[in-house]
């Protein structure tokens, strides 16, 4: 589980993502980490290969979700997030990015048209009639109006009833913010529980991501 000093980190499984944190935070604490490293997630398809291979092999045991907990370090969430979602369409995954509140999911849906000059990311909120039309639906609810794969978690949003059904989960949280921070731990342990595979990332001196022991 995650603890305030970087400890024992976790092992591997199918992958769901959590973003917990402030959005105007610019930093988060060094203090916290959990259990097993590797490569960047989005470098690296290991988990679908491995699917594949089992379904080479044959087998009947479905893939478990991968939940990703993503610790943010001197950037922000609005920075953070386009990047990941591009990289999401790029793989052809739908998406939904849960936040906690109507306020913010307005706020990220107006920073995904305009975050840059020469582009910008396909998507719509829950309230659109069209919603499941669209690759990323901005949501403050748990349901899955696209039928996306992948879940990004933002601001503590708890891990939904039907976690086990997406391919990714990914949780993204603020270490300088105590309740994100007890948050993430606690969604840690609940994602061990269920038998999920928990990873942790941080981000080195470039801004890549890194999976950490």
């Given amino acids: 589980m995650i603890s305030e000093r970087a400890s024992n980190p976790p092992q591997p499984g199918r992958r769901f993502a959590i973003a917990l944190g402030n959005a105007s935070s610019t930093g988060i604490s060094k203090q916290s980490a959990p259990e097993k490293a590797g490569l960047d997630w ?5 988990s679908l290969r491995q699917k594949r291979q089992r379904d080479t092999d044959f087998r009947t045991t479905e893939p478990m979700t991968e939940v990703l907990f993503y610790h943010l370090q001197d950037m922000t969430l609005e ?42 990311l396909p998507h719509t909120t829950w309230r659109a009639g069209d919603a499941e039309d669209h690759p990323i639906v901005l949501a403050v609810e748990e349901d899955n109006p696209n039928r996306a794969n992948v879940r990004f978690l933002i601001d503590s949003a708890r891990l939904p009833e039907d976690s086990g059904s997406y391919e990714r989960i990914v949780l993204v949280f603020n270490g300088d913010d105590s309740e994100a921070l007890a948050a993430a731990r606690a969604a840690w342990t609940d994602c061990k529980t269920r038998g999920f595979e928990v990873t942790y990332w941080q981000a080195d001196e470039r801004g890549r991501w890194q999976r950490r022991d």
């Fill in 79 to 120: 920075n953070v997030l386009p990047p990941l979602l591009e990289k999401s369409l790029e793989r052809g995954w739908r998406v939904v990015v849960q936040s906690t509140s109507e306020e913010r999911a307005d706020a990220l849906d107006a920073h995904l048209w305009t975050y840059r000059d020469d582009s910008f």
């Fill in 42 to 46: 989005f470098a690296s398809d290991s």
